[in-house]
């Protein structure tokens, strides 16, 4: 059994293959992808202004006005630094070819070739519409059902579930 995905390295693809590596760290996942990291503190600093500004704490009132500006600076930040890294992809407008059959999984672009036996990946992701296969904790390739060009979704996660040791089922 022998399956290729297909894929050009576009904007949209690493941003899709950057939230997926995201979801799959805890911290990570917990900085930019939960809408109440950031804000419930800020409902808790508005509340607090509330309370302190009609009891005549106009000092604390600006202390956490300026705690609620830098939650927003911080916020905007974070999300500026996922574009710079986007950004920065060698691979960016390439096409890359990541092959999987029996033997591991071989992968081709501009930048390269390499080819990984089963024995030496990590436990992939395997969600509805693709599957994330880890080369080590940093090192990811999202591939998306929609890129395949050879064999079927059935077929890539049948091939990860056999050949790589406690494979984990996720679902969005």
């Known amino acids: 059994m022998k399956t290729t995905h297909q894929f050009v390295m576009t904007d949209e693809y690493i941003a899709n293959a950057q939230r997926m590596a995201i979801s799959q760290n805890k911290m990570l996942k917990f900085l930019y992808q939960t809408w109440w990291a950031w804000w419930l ?14 009891i005549n704490s106009g000092s604390t009132v600006a202390l956490l006005g300026i705690l609620l500006v830098v939650s927003f600076t911080g916020e ?3 999300r500026r630094n996922l574009a710079k890294a986007r950004s920065r992809v060698r691979g960016k407008g390439t096409t890359c070819t990541v092959s999987m059959n029996d033997q591991g999984i071989a992968i081709e672009n501009a930048n390269g070739n390499s080819q990984l036996k089963w024995s030496a990946m990590l436990q992939p992701a395997i969600y509805e519409d693709g599957v994330l296969i880890k080369f080590s904790r940093l090192a990811m390739v999202w591939l998306p059902d929609q890129s395949l060009i050879e064999g079927s979704p059935g077929d ?3 091939l990860l579930t056999e050949n790589v040791k406690d494979s984990l089922a996720v679902t969005q």
Do not use: A, N, Q, T
């Not at 503190?41 to 009609?54: A, D, G, H, K, T």
């Open 76 to 78: 905007w930040h974070g």
């Open 156 to 158: 890539v996660r049948k």
């Open 41 to 54: 503190p800020r409902v808790v600093i508005v509340s607090s202004m509330i309370f302190l500004y009609r």
